[in-house]
Nanobody, 123 residues
Framework: QVQLVESGGGLVQAGGSLRLSCTTSGRTLSTDAMGWFRQAPGKERQFVGVILWSGGAFYAASMEGRFTISRDNAKSTVYLEINSLTAEDTAVYYC?????????????????WGQGAQVTVSS
């Protein structure tokens, strides 16, 4: 089985920075991409960005500039760094493994999901 575990969430002051980690285990050698989504209370799940295991990252237009996705293949871990946090960033953040479809802008393009990490930004 494949397991994804997010960590690094918590309560952060507005204007601060935070780095989330997503550690993968199991059969992940075939993974082509790892995506990040977030879901705020009462809102739909929102695409944040995706990093391709072949290199390179793509972000939602509203995220680009403050969000950085990176990876450490030796540790089977991907990261999401958020800078200049605002209250609007308060959400549960999920990492997910991309499936074979390559439809990485939509949740249906991912076959395994982490449990989510709560990020709360205080104003």
């Amino acid at each position: 089985q494949v397991q994804l575990v997010e960590s690094g969430g918590g309560l952060v002051q507005a204007g601060g920075s935070l780095r989330l980690s997503c550690t993968t285990s199991g059969r992940t050698l075939s993974t082509d991409a790892m995506g990040w989504f977030r879901q705020a209370p009462g809102k739909e799940r929102q695409f944040v960005g995706v990093i391709l295991w072949s290199g390179g990252a793509f972000y939602a237009a509203s995220m680009e500039g403050r969000f950085t996705i990176s990876r450490d293949n030796a540790k089977s871990t991907v990261y999401l760094e958020i800078n200049s946090l605002t209250a609007e960033d308060t959400a549960v953040y999920y990492c997910a493994r991309g499936g074979e479809s390559g439809n990485y802008f939509d949740p249906t393009g991912y076959d395994y999901w982490g449990q989510g990490a709560q990020v709360t930004v205080s104003s």
